[in-house]
């Protein structure tokens, strides 16, 4: 009987499901969390779309980011309001990874067209190793937190203060957003790693300026300000609302409506997603060679995915009264991300955002994850093909709009200098080393992520105009 107890008792940790769906109050819960449910996918959708041009690897890997880990947290995660899924600092910190290991330069080509030779860029064989390099690091970032979970680490998570990890988001945040900046614009230039690197970005985005293109800078424009206008009304009227106003996901539909029937990418050169296969890709085994280029990076992403998750649940927790586990939750998050690599997804954590509209819209527990994830996958297996034509600009309007609300963290300086000036100091230091040191989780010497083919002159235009910069700084 004691070794029953025990079996059971480690069963229902490690799979919290089981304590709370058998007696789960369908007529009380179950409303609620369908339309949280559907509320949720209906913001998973293009936010998934949207990072994957963060974590460089194509829209539709955002997809299975946003598929896989949010079904598998369902049955390992403890709190009831978190939407698991693909977040911005994270999709960064993985893409500094992904074009580190699989830069441009490795996949130019030469190419014989009668007399005339060129370089062109093998995007196809770029983008599959980019996929293989995110995979493998998600494996390892899942393995880590897997580990970490099983030896009750949970707690690590409190020796990270508030104004370290808010600074820390801040200057993601500035990074996230200069890094849109060329899709906005529709301008192509390398990223830069290392010191000044958001500075040289700025200078490379500056001196194209004149070759900006203007449909793509009217279209993203557009969309900045109808994100940020729907956002507004969303907070103005959140009360009288019974639903948020699914600002992300109109935009993606009026987008690709245009983008379609104006023709914007022929006729226009309007940079678009591109192809989406339909259908769910075979599970795959990473490529473990890469293993020793990517432990490092792989421990600080886990360790700050873990923290922005607990954080987000802790929140809801106190605010509706329920416990979460810190190691479960730890734990969870490496199965999710561990299991899920093995589908071609990359690291995920919690969204705040995500989370917002799952709790405000009557969510009651992971029923609404769990029908957020089913939105994703019927996009995935029936209507993909629909959104080849969504232009980029309009994701990364839907990226920096989002990431307005970090920025509003800069409101903290005057409060931590009445109230605490080491704190200060702290989020001040953690800022300046995420823009001026990200060379852990940036780029080194890559080359540009244009999309287009590149023939021979531009290419040497472009070595001339922008030689490597080699990164010399500490790691963070």
């Known amino acids: ?35 949280s449910g559907l509320s949720t996918g209906v913001v998973q959708l293009p936010q998934g779309l949207a990072y994957a041009l963060l974590a460089a690897v194509p ?19 403890t709190s009831r309001h978190v939407s698991m899924g693909t977040f911005a600092v994270i999709s960064l910190m993985t893409g500094g990874v992904v074009v580190r290991e699989a830069p441009d330069s490795m996949f130019y080509i030469q190419t014989v067209n009668g007399t005339n030779m060129s370089v062109v860029l093998d995007e196809v064989a770029r983008d ?7 995979m493998v690091f998600t494996t390892l970032t899942g393995a880590i937190q897997i580990v970490l979970g099983l030896l009750r680490f949970g707690f690590v998570a409190i020796y990270l203060s508030e104004p370290l990890v808010r600074g ?28 000044l690197s958001v500075i040289y970005s700025l200078q490379a985005v500056f001196s194209r300026i004149t070759e900006t293109n203007v449909p793509t800078l009217l279209l993203g424009l557009s969309c900045c300000v109808f994100l940020y206008v729907i956002k507004d009304l969303n907070e103005r009227f959140k009360k009288r609302l019974p639903i948020p106003i699914p ?43 890469l293993t020793p280029n ?68 009557g969510g009651k527990t992971q029923i609404a994850g769990l029908l957020a994830s089913l939105v994703v996958l019927l996009v995935v297996v029936a209507i993909g093909f629909v959104f080849e034509s ?16 970090m920025f509003k963290q800069f409101r903290d300086i005057p409060h931590l200098w009445r109230t605490s000036k080491i704190e200060l ?36 235009h472009l070595k001339m105009a922008a030689p490597d910069v080699t990164c010399n700084t500490c790691k963070a």
């Open 294 to 361: 990517l432990i490092t990076d792989a421990f600080a992403v886990a360790i700050v995915g873990y923290s922005m998750g607990i954080s987000l649940a802790k929140i809801f927790a106190l605010k509706h009264k329920y416990s979460v586990d810190g190691n479960q939750e730890l734990l969870a998050h490496g199965l999710c991300n561990f299991i899920s690599s093995f589908f071609h997804t990359f690291v995920v954590t919690c969204s705040m955002s995500r989370s917002m509209v799952q709790e405000s819209t």
């Open 1 to 35: 009987n004691i070794k029953a107890e025990v079996s059971r008792s480690v069963l229902f940790s490690v799979l919290p499901i089981l304590s709370w769906l058998p007696s789960y109050p369908v007529r009380e819960f179950l409303f609620s969390d369908v339309v």
């Open 247 to 289: 600002g992300e996901i109109i935009v993606v539909i009026v987008s690709t409506g245009v983008s379609y029937g104006m023709a914007l990418s022929n006729d226009y050169h309007v940079d678009v997603v591109g192809e989406i296969p339909t259908g769910l890709l075979a599970p795959a085994l990473p490529d473990f060679s």
């Open 168 to 195: 820390f988001t801040t200057a993601a945040a500035v990074h996230v957003v200069i890094s849109q900046l060329k899709y906005l614009l529709g301008v192509k230039t390398r990223r830069y790693s290392g010191l």
């Open 128 to 134: 599959a190793r980019r996929v293989q390099v995110a």
């Open 390 to 405: 969504l232009p980029q600009t309009a994701l990364a309007a839907i990226i920096m709009v989002n990431l307005l609300g």
């Open 425 to 460: 100091v702290i989020g001040i230091s953690e800022l300046r080393l995420g823009n001026f040191n990200w060379n852990a989780h940036q780029l080194r010497n890559s080359d540009s992520e244009t999309r287009d083919r590149i023939s021979s002159p531009e290419k040497e």
């Open 59 to 77: 829209p539709v890997f955002g997809l299975y980011s946003s598929f896989y880990p949010v079904l598998l947290y369902t049955f390992f995660g």
